[in-house]
């Protein structure tokens, strides 16, 4: 039986509870961080049972990380599918600026990681695989990135780990100091290094 014109079928039904959860979840596991926040009040923040919640996303540690996919992950897709068109050269200075503009963009939910990590080893626990997941990924965009530009396609890997090392740096730095502070400076840095990496490295004629 087709349903009709406003009816939602079960998938639907299953979605759009899924994300009243995570909605109420990441409205409570923001300030109140992982060990201060309940199953109980997340399912009344919802609207729905805790059964429900379990049944969705197994535990509450499973809740936590899909709550984290969900904050961050479409930043990263939208971001990989916007640069793909790019020279390479281009792209790679591009993911630096992808980069900075996301922890502008997500400085709460960042500061939040930072502070659960330090507060919840369960907390962290959770965490490691969809962030370590997502770092992977950044970095083998730069290392892609890297094989296409330079002569000796060995040396990308190591190039593109201490970018992203670097970035990282600068990710910390930036959530851990009031103000802007020196993060131009950084920015200014990374950018110089890349471009000495590529010289030194060799461009070949065609990525200049």
Known sequence: MTPSRGQKTPDGRKAQTQSRILEAAAGLFTPRGYERTSISAIAAQAG???????????????????TCRRLLGPFFEEVRSSLQHLAPRKRLFELFAVYESFVSTYRGPIESFVRWALESPQAWATLQGPLFAMHDEFMADIRGTLEELIVDRKAAEPLAAALAATLDGNLLLDVLESGDGNREIRRQGLRRM?????????LPPNAR
Do not use: D, P, Y
Request: hydrophobic share 55%; charged share 20%.
């Open 194 to 202: 890349a471009e000495l990496a590529l010289l030194e490295s060799g």
């Open 48 to 66: 729905v049972s805790r059964a429900a919640i379990f049944w969705h996303f197994g535990n509450k540690a499973g809740l936590f990380e899909e």
